[in-house]
């Protein structure tokens, strides 16, 4: 039975299969009939589809909480419905207790400190390509790990290891929760890498080298030093928003240039463009494609009446695709400014790694555009992760071009 005091009622549920199918047309239908509604799916939410809502709840975090207490779960808040995972700090700490943790956060991502991690990006992104420029052909999937490989080794974790890192929050967040491929990352990989981050976060207290987790580890919060827990609620955010996001967003670039092959001529002859085509992909990919609150007091939102308690999705993908905000918004358009998406959220929560992220995805673009002008990708063979509702992407893109030679003399070595 639909509640009667929670309307406009929806039919909507960003984890059907339904949406899967196109979730940009599953959300243009939504602006069209209801830009806001309540859904029945997943125990009931409401949610937030136009420009204005999302960018008005995600800057309201007094109204929309993004913490445990207030979704009254164990799992991860900020998702619908609550996945196991972790508490993370800081996205899941509302102000004034959020600022403690972001001010730290913020002194690891900044861009000086992106600054430093160029050399990084470049080797790993380098390597990755030799893997596989004399074959002429590979899944394209496997190089835009980069992003996985540079956050595990920037956090100081086992680079050997990023394989398995950014394949089980992948999986948590990508694959449906009644599939083998969650209930493995659930109940296997997650706790033994773990347990590996534990042990990293000790060994980093007892002897500091020059990575993320010892400069965690030897700060404070409110004069006391930090716990191990504190620094691994952080440690698994900036694994969990380190992977899998970047790799999106260069998967669903390249498919798209694939198609597009004017615009990647464009891109070839002048790499200047990618600056502002970077931000234009975010906009329309929207790696990250939805994320939740909860309210926190009784409230009209909007026209909405909202309940304390009540769950919320603020649709980043949807948001960026509003007609009233942006022309022609279905157009993509690289030379697009200004471009005001919300792809890294907003607020204080919005996205802390946005200066790498814009980086790696650059990088790697700029590296594959160069190396592989000519590349074809295998339509028919293309996949999707079956579940497109928090990130979206491909499991697989089986891609040709004309073999090239390797830059590095020892690839296999970087990569691990
Ligand atoms: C294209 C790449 C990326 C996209 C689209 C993206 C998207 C987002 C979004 C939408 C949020 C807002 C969360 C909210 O409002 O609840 C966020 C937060 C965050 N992201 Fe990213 N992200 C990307 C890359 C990265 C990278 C590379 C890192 C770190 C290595 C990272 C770390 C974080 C962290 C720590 C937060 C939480 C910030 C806070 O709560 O203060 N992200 N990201």
């Known amino acids: 039975m639909s509640d009667p005091t929670r309307c406009p009622v929806v039919h909507f549920d960003h984890h059907s ?9 599953s ?20 949610v937030l589809s136009d420009y204005q809502s999302v960018f008005d709840a995600a800057r309201d975090d007094d109204l929309f909480s993004s913490t445990r207490e207030a979704a009254d ?7 619908i419905p609550p996945t196991p995972m ?49 074959k ?18 920037w956090l100081g974790l086992p680079v050997e290891d990023w394989n398995r890192y950014a394949g089980a929050h992948r999986a948590t967040l990508a694959d449906p929760q009644d599939s083998p491929e969650f209930r493995h990352a659930v109940e296997v990989e997650l706790p033994a890498l773990s347990e590996q981050m534990w042990q990293t976060i000790r060994d980093r207290r007892a002897e500091p080298r020059d990575d993320v987790i010892s400069f965690l580890v030897a700060q404070e919060i409110d004069g006391r030093p930090i716990t191990d827990e504190e620094v691994f609620a952080i440690v698994d955010l900036l694994v ?6 970047t790799a999106s967003l260069v998967s669903q670039a390249l498919v798209w240039l694939a198609r597009n092959t004017e615009v990647r001529r464009e891109l070839i002859d002048d790499p200047g463009l990618l600056d502002r085509a970077v931000e234009e992909f975010l906009r329309v990919f929207s790696p990250t494609q939805a994320l939740a609150r909860t309210v ?18 603020l649709s980043w993908a949807s948001a960026n695709r509003d007609e009233e905000q942006f022309d022609a918004p279905d157009t993509i358009d690289i030379r697009r400014w200004p471009n005001r998406h919300v792809a890294f959220g907003i607020g204080v ?56 030679g390797r830059v590095l003399a020892e690839s296999e070595a970087v990569i691990g």
């Open 349 to 404: 929560h919005r996205c802390a790694g946005s200066h790498l992220g814009r980086l790696m995805a650059k990088r790697l673009l700029q590296e594959i555009l160069t190396r592989m002008p000519d590349y074809t990708i295998d339509f028919a063979a293309l996949e999707r992760f079956p579940d497109q509702g928090t990130n979206v992407g491909f499991r697989r893109i089986p891609a040709r071009f004309t073999p090239g």
């Open 136 to 153: 002429g052909e590979c899944d394209f999937t496997t190089i835009i790990g980069v992003p996985a490989i540079v956050t595990i080794d």
């Open 73 to 79: 779960t164990d799992g991860l808040a900020i998702v």
């Open 17 to 25: 299969a339904e949406h899967a199918d196109d979730p940009v047309a």
């Open 296 to 313: 926190t007091r009784d409230v009209d939102f909007h026209g909405c009446p909202m309940k304390a308690g009540d769950r919320v999705l």
């Open 240 to 245: 969990s928003g380190g992977t899998g996001t």
């Open 86 to 134: 972790y508490h993370h700090i800081p996205i899941e700490v509302d102000p004034p207790e959020f600022r403690k943790y972001r001010k730290i956060v913020n002194q690891i991502t900044a861009p000086s400190a992106v600054k430093r991690m160029e050399e990084m990006v470049e080797r790993y992104t380098t390597a990755f390509v030799d893997s596989v420029i004399e």
């Open 27 to 46: 959300y243009r239908a939504l602006r069209q009939s209801h830009k806001r509604g309540w859904t029945e799916a997943h125990g009931g939410y409401w």
